[in-house]
């Protein structure tokens, strides 16, 4: 293409608000009737049987959805299935010699596993953790990066009816520890260490530290994932995943018969206070929510090779690259590295070499793709992309149209699909061969699900006016419960908006959002303390925590700022106790508590020392200003401080 085509095309796109799905989509589409809305309100709930129908059940269900004790919903009651057997048993007749991960290392090593093989890993390593003791209901804790022993020892564990607790490999020792003791969970799983742009890192000395802090004994199984070249000793209770795998070589185990509404996996993350919240999925409606999304939302199809860019230590990963992908048995792409890593093409490299049908990644990665520019896209050949997705955050219009220009070649659709730790699958996105994509925004609710954009008192707001998502449904994703914390559950997800008298429900997630004439929601962000730094949650309470935790700081409050890459950075703003100086040294603490306390990701980006921070009469901290004041933007309101004058020497001291 010549400058000036290039030029035009840009110009063209640029004022385009509005795109069809490509009539090549829409023709081969798994999902392309525009009545699937009609027919699914018609039917509601029993309309949910598709997801289910998409799975084995060893026992048909009795009831689609008991609403009886709200909002403690259930789904698919009475109905009994195996979530491992489900995403690999199943699979073993038509498909057990096509591939079901496709692993690749960050230095290039790669390893493939077939459902066969999978399957025959997964048997094996189920029966080494009942040698180990490990018994159903039993929640095992798993603190590894993106190697396959992860989703294997996830089936295995679903295998055998023990519910996983994944913590993200890049979280410190403080937080696994805070997750094994709030599950009570005596068994972890984790690895020597892996590799970051090169540099083998260790990860087992984090875990060790981590496990300083569990106040009960833990049995840890340890994969050697660095080899010979790394050694690395192994304690009391602590077991070699290879040597133990080898003790159980060729043996199967049947998958325990779960009932659907058993838990299938917790999944903690962050909310208004401190303490995460661990988030309770559960085994028939998960699974079938997920198997489901990913056929109607990302088009899966059994011979497909579909890529979810994400980290499996998050939700993403455990929806999209391990159970709804394996639940439909296509072939799942799992990447270990940075896609910086050797160079920035790493990931349009990878596209090409195993021919990737769909690709779902986040906006922060393809911000960062649009700062480095399509060079590096352009040295690979991407066609056989038939989709793209997005999830995360909310992707502005221009990053949008980049994707879909130098990515898509203009003839994928885009899903911008809204969802939650909480939703466990996507809840808020176009159906890619059905509905018109508009850049920016998310899309309708799916079939089935019923969002909406509500003001204070509960009332949709008119079209462009600022309100809240609110979920006057129930779906078969939903969370259950906050584990060992039903009152909580109620109090953050539900009291908002429902009216317990007259038995109406609805679910808070805790975003703001627009919605247009045609029902298209755009999402804006959180509502709540909760940062999303490059689609990470991370609360701001833990942060701030974490800040006092370091000697010599009296209080402090931590914010998200506009970031062009990260999306929103942390920033915080600390009062010193007397006798410490405001200092680069006092600065390196905070910076190193924090990363200490939560992880690198939560590094804060500017930290600003004040002697006073801005609080409301009631002595509540006006998070709302100091956001105000990392994006250097005009103040709001300030007339309801109790301290006005503070606010301007922040300023000043932010410049
Ligand atoms: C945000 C990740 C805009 C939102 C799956 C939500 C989004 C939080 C989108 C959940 C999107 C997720 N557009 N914002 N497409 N997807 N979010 O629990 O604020 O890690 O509440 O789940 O991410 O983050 P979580």
Not at 77 to 104: V, Y
Not at 232 to 254: K, P, R, S
Request: charged residues 25%.
């Amino acid at each position: 293409m010549s400058d000036s085509e290039d030029a035009q095309l840009e110009a063209r796109l640029a004022e385009q608000d509005a795109f069809e799905p490509p009539e090549s989509f829409v023709e081969q589409a798994n999902v392309s009737d525009p009545g699937i809305y009609e027919a699914f309100e018609d039917d509601w709930p029993e309309c949910w049987e598709r997801a289910a129908e998409l799975l084995d059940w060893e026992r048909d269900y009795d009831e689609v959805l008991d609403d009886v004790e709200e909002p403690f919903y259930e789904w698919f009651t009475g109905g009994k299935l195996n979530a491992s057997a489900n995403c690999l048993d199943r699979h073993l007749a038509d498909r057990g010699d096509e591939t079901a991960i496709q692993w690749e290392g960050e230095l290039g090593d790669t390893r493939s596993f077939s459902y066969a093989e999978l399957h025959r890993e997964v048997n094996e390593f189920a029966a080494a953790l009942r040698s180990i003791g490990i018994e159903e209901d039993d929640v095992v804790t798993m603190y590894m990066p993106m190697i396959p022993e992860l989703p294997i020892a996830m089936l295995a564990c679903a295998r055998i009816g023990a519910p996983h607790s994944v913590v993200f490999a890049g979280f410190s020792a403080d937080a696994l520890a805070t997750r094994m003791n709030a599950a009570d969970s005596e068994y972890l799983i984790t690895c020597d260490g892996y590799y970051r742009r090169g540099d083998a890192l260790d990860h087992l000395s984090k875990a060790n530290d981590g496990l300083d802090g569990v106040e009960h004994d833990a049995t840890t199984v340890v994969v050697d994932r660095l080899g010979p070249e790394s050694e690395h000793d192994l304690g009391e209770n602590q077991l070699d995943y290879d040597e133990l795998v080898a003790d159980h070589e060729g043996e199967t185990v049947d998958p325990v018969t779960r009932d659907a509404e058993d838990m299938l996996f917790l999944m903690y993350t962050s909310g208004t206070t401190g303490t995460p919240k661990g988030v309770k999925h559960t085994t028939g409606g998960y699974l079938s929510y997920v198997a489901w999304t990913a056929h109607a939302v990302l088009d899966v199809k059994p011979e497909d090779t579909y890529w979810c860019a994400a980290d499996i230590g998050w939700i993403t990963g455990h929806s999209y690259i391990v159970y709804g992908p394996l639940a439909l048995g296509t072939t799942t792409v799992m990447y270990e590295g940075t896609p910086d890593y050797p160079e920035k093409d790493r990931l349009w490299e990878i596209v090409e070499t195993y021919g990737v049908d769909q690709l779902y990644t986040a906006p922060t990665a393809i911000r960062a793709f649009m700062k480095w520019g399509e060079t590096y896209p352009d040295r690979h050949d991407l066609s056989s992309l038939r989709l793209l997705g997005t999830v995360g955050e909310p992707i502005n219009p221009r990053a949008w149209k980049w994707y879909y220009k130098h990515i898509g070649g203009e003839e994928c659709p885009i899903v911008d699909t809204w969802w939650q730790t909480e939703t466990g699958g996507m809840m808020i996105t176009t159906l890619p061969a059905v509905g018109e994509m508009k850049p920016g925004s998310a899309g309708p609710p799916l079939p089935g699900v019923s969002a909406d954009v509500v003001d204070e008192s509960g009332d949709p707001v008119a079209a462009g006016e600022a309100g809240y998502v609110t979920v006057d449904r129930p779906w078969p994703g939903m969370l259950r419960t906050l584990y060992r914390n039903d009152d909580r559950f109620v109090s953050e997800y539900w009291e908002g908006y429902s009216d317990p008298e007259t038995d109406e429900w609805v679910y808070f997630p805790e975003d703001g959002a627009k919605i247009d004439d045609d029902g298209y929601i755009t999402i804006l962000g959180r509502v709540d303390d909760v940062i999303n730094v490059s689609g990470h949650r991370l609360g701001t309470m833990e942060i701030e925590s974490a800040v006092v935790g370091v000697e010599g700081v009296a209080e402090a409050a931590a914010v998200g700022g506009d970031h062009d890459l990260k999306g929103e950075a942390v920033y915080v703003y600390a009062i010193l106790e007397d006798g410490y100086e405001e200092s680069e040294e006092m600065e390196q603490a905070i910076v190193d508590g924090v990363t200490e306390a939560i992880g690198p990701i939560a590094r804060p980006e500017r930290i600003v020392f004040t002697p006073e921070l801005p609080k409301t009469r009631s002595g509540k901290i006006m998070r709302r200003l100091l956001v105000d004041i990392a994006n250097s933007e005009e103040l709001g309101d300030t007339s309801t401080l109790r301290n006005p004058d503070v606010v301007s020497d922040i300023q000043e001291r932010s410049r």
